[in-house]
């Protein structure tokens, strides 16, 4: 089975430019979650979708930083515009169940390194 | 004050070492516990659950100290394939988030050399 599948797998782009990352989950889970990994603040959780529905999304940074679920298998995680400071790698990962209400494993893609220039 | 501490390392041990991470979280609320793995830039992969009696899968042994609030993760006869980053995962109510959420440490470095 295909795990969670994440692309493009790195960016580069200039300061200023519309980011788009796209996710697609594993079949039949319903919950999925955008993650930044740095060294500084290591992984951050940005947004957690349940059954298309978002769910918390405290940690998106600022309001250029936007997700969404257009269908029950895929997700976009939109930048515009981007900065210097947004460079990352981000992950996508997916889950059964209630999320964060259970205990179940969170299976992550293999992200997309981002570089803003 | 962050919600799940890790000591960064690196730790370095030669292979057949017994090493242990510890990792502890400030949440007395928080209801699951984890360790993940992540190799060098590769995303985390779920290692093992911790149960409150403690478990073990293998080589590994993860235990949980409710009352101070930490966590523990033993690797026995540790191989030159367990170098990673292992990742401490609390989940459980957020005061920060103001809901539940999935805290990961940033992680203990471990490698193991010949």
């Known amino acids: 089975d295909a795990g969670v599948i994440q692309s493009p797998r790195h960016e580069v782009t200039e300061m200023g430019q519309e980011v788009t990352l796209r996710c697609k989950l594993i079949s039949g889970h319903n919950s999925l979650f955008w993650y930044r990994q740095t060294m500084m603040r290591g992984l951050e959780l940005l947004i957690y979708f349940n059954n298309n529905v978002p769910i918390d999304d405290s940690g998106m940074p600022e309001d250029r930083f936007s997700a969404k679920m257009p269908n029950a298998s895929f997700s976009t995680l939109k930048i515009q515009p981007s900065e210097p400071r947004d460079s990352a790698v981000y992950f996508c990962a997916s889950s059964s169940g209630a999320g964060f209400l259970s205990s179940y494993e969170q299976y992550f893609g293999p992200g997309t390194r981002l570089t803003v220039t | 004050r962050k919600e799940v501490e890790q000591d960064p390392g690196p730790f370095n041990v030669p292979e057949g070492a017994t090493v242990a991470f510890n990792c502890t979280y400030s949440?007395?609320?928080?209801?699951?516990f984890f360790w993940y793995r992540q190799d060098c830039r590769k995303e985390p992969k779920l290692l093992m659950s911790v149960y409150s009696s403690g478990n073990e899968d293998g080589r590994f042994t993860a235990q949980l100290n409710r009352a101070s609030q930490y966590i523990s993760l033993l690797i026995r006869d540790s191989k030159l394939s367990d170098s990673a980053t292992y990742l401490c995962?609390?989940?459980?109510?957020?005061?920060?988030?103001?809901?539940?959420?999935?805290?990961f440490g940033k992680g203990t470095s471990l490698l193991v050399t010949p």
């Open positions: 995962v609390v989940n459980g109510w957020s005061i920060s988030n103001s809901g539940y959420a999935l805290n």
């Open positions: 949440n007395s609320a928080s209801q699951s």
